[in-house]
């Protein structure tokens, strides 16, 4: 019997997807593990893995469709077999933000039936993905003016890019409060002077979740210095025993095993905000902030307090090559419990980071440097230190658990024969 393949989550937030393109073609045999497809959301470009094995026997959307997430995009099953025609793929329920309803359209529904809330509904039968609404709102769309072609007349991202200008109205229905909106510093300028560039989505998602971190979570922050000098003389001794070819030990490597295991003993700052609730996590998966041509992405790793150091940096530095390449995995970017973000590289001596929420936190790091220090015995000389600060959401820690989880993580760091254990 056939099986389908779905639009998978990526993210807590994530409520579609543009299918970009099909890897594999009808009739093709596909496995578990297998690139079906990629599909493009706010944040990158993702091969999409098949979770069932049999023969593709029929595509469920077309390549540039907007899917929701949870819709069959794809059915397979034995070779041969035949299958039934398919509706359009209904849109799995999403949950919708509070701040964010705004106008919104589509055929209307009988009157006597209720739309079920957080189904993209509004009065009338209307219905729009998150995404699309965010949109009508930034460029004055009025939703009701619009015709959805998502599954079931549903507006989405595709339907409000192409409405045309006209269809903007000055006085929206406004049901409840609405978020802060971009703010205006005049009319955007315009001549042989100045280039103008759309921003791109992946910078427009960065900017609204940045936004809403700091505008939601009550930030503080607490820096100390490291020795790192330890550290660096055995990352070195590592690299040069390792055979040709092998994936070197980086920095960062090091930084997050450290982050991994001080968080077994900081367990409250391995959590994520809810309201009224917190969920802290058994696993420690570290988010790594990694630096794209448009903006950032960040790539996880799994159970970094469990994971080898040399097996941590191969998986690292493959997912962040992915990253880069366009080709991340579901899984690359999924189930970060905190984050590590380091301009280390980029010659950047100290700075603070913005947590992603609803994580607890996020570590800057800055740049090893050669300093003056006084040793123990009162003289002067040359040292290698680096500066980390924590960010950490007053909602759910305060200055003194954080300050605790720097001294114990500046022990790992100048003690670095314990990120071998």
């Known amino acids: 019997m056939a099986q389908s393949v779905l639009m998978p989550k990526l993210g807590f937030d994530m409520a579609e997807g543009t299918l970009?393109?099909?890897?594999?073609?009808?009739?093709?045999?596909?496995?578990?593990?297998?690139?079906?497809?990629?599909?493009?959301?706010?944040?990158?470009?993702?091969e999409i893995e098949s979770s069932v094995t049999g023969s593709l026997l029929k595509y469920l959307v077309k390549e540039g469709d907007v899917v929701p997430v949870g819709a069959e995009i794809a059915l397979v099953g034995e070779a041969g077999e035949q299958v039934a025609e398919a509706a359009a793929p209904a849109p799995a329920p999403q949950p919708e933000p509070a701040a964010t309803p705004g106008p919104q359209t589509a055929p209307p529904a009988p009157a006597a039936v209720q739309p079920a809330a957080g189904d993209g509904h509004l009065?009338?039968?209307?219905?729009?993905?998150?995404?699309?609404?965010?949109?009508?709102?930034?460029?004055?769309?009025?939703?009701?003016?619009?015709?959805?072609?998502?599954?079931?007349?549903?507006?989405?991202?595709?339907?409000?890019?192409?409405?045309?200008?006209?269809?903007?109205?000055?006085?929206?229905?406004?049901?409840?409060?609405?978020?802060?909106?971009?703010?205006?510093?005049?009319?955007?300028?315009e001549g042989p002077d100045v280039e103008i560039i759309p921003t791109s989505k992946l910078r427009t998602r960065i900017g609204s979740r940045m936004v809403e971190s700091k505008q939601q979570a009550p930030h503080f922050y607490v820096t100390t210095e490291m020795d790192v000098e330890a550290m660096l003389t055995l990352r070195k001794l590592i690299n040069d025993s390792l055979e040709e070819g092998a994936t070197k030990i980086s920095v960062n490597d090091m930084i997050v095993k450290a982050t991994a295991l001080t968080l077994r003993k900081f367990p409250n700052l391995n959590s994520h905000f809810y309201g009224d609730r917190i969920a802290r996590y058994r696993r420690i998966n570290i988010g790594i902030a990694?630096?794209?041509?448009?903006?950032?992405?960040?790539?996880?790793?799994?159970?970094?307090?469990?994971?080898?150091?040399?097996?941590?940096?191969?998986?690292?530095?493959?997912?962040?090559?992915?990253?880069?390449?366009?080709?991340?995995?579901?899984?690359?970017?999924?189930?970060a419990t905190f984050t590590v973000s380091n301009l280390g590289p980029y010659d950047v001596d100290h700075f603070i980071a913005i947590i992603n929420p609803p994580e607890a936190g996020i570590l800057a790091i800055g740049a090893a440097r050669r300093v003056p220090v006084v040793q123990k015995d009162g003289t002067v000389g040359v040292g290698t230190r680096m500066k980390i600060t924590i960010s950490v959401d007053h909602r759910i820690s305060d200055g003194a658990e954080a300050g605790q989880f720097l001294q114990e993580m500046k022990r790992l760091i100048e003690n670095p024969l314990s990120l071998l254990v």
């Open 20 to 46: 970009v393109r099909w890897r594999k073609n009808i009739g093709e045999t596909v496995g578990p593990g297998e690139v079906i497809a990629e599909i493009e959301t706010d944040k990158a470009t993702i």
């Open 290 to 335: 990694v630096a794209l041509g448009e903006g950032l992405i960040n790539v996880v790793a799994r159970d970094a307090d469990r994971t080898a150091l040399g097996t941590l940096a191969a998986q690292n530095k493959a997912m962040i090559d992915r990253a880069r390449e366009g080709k991340v995995r579901p899984e690359d970017i999924e189930g």
């Open 123 to 189: 009065p009338g039968g209307v219905k729009a993905s998150p995404l699309a609404r965010r949109i009508a709102q930034d460029k004055g769309l009025d939703l009701a003016q619009i015709a959805g072609t998502g599954p079931g007349g549903r507006i989405v991202r595709r339907d409000v890019e192409q409405a045309v200008p006209s269809q903007a109205t000055p006085t929206p229905v406004s049901l409840a409060p609405a978020p802060a909106a971009i703010p205006s510093f005049g009319a955007v300028p």
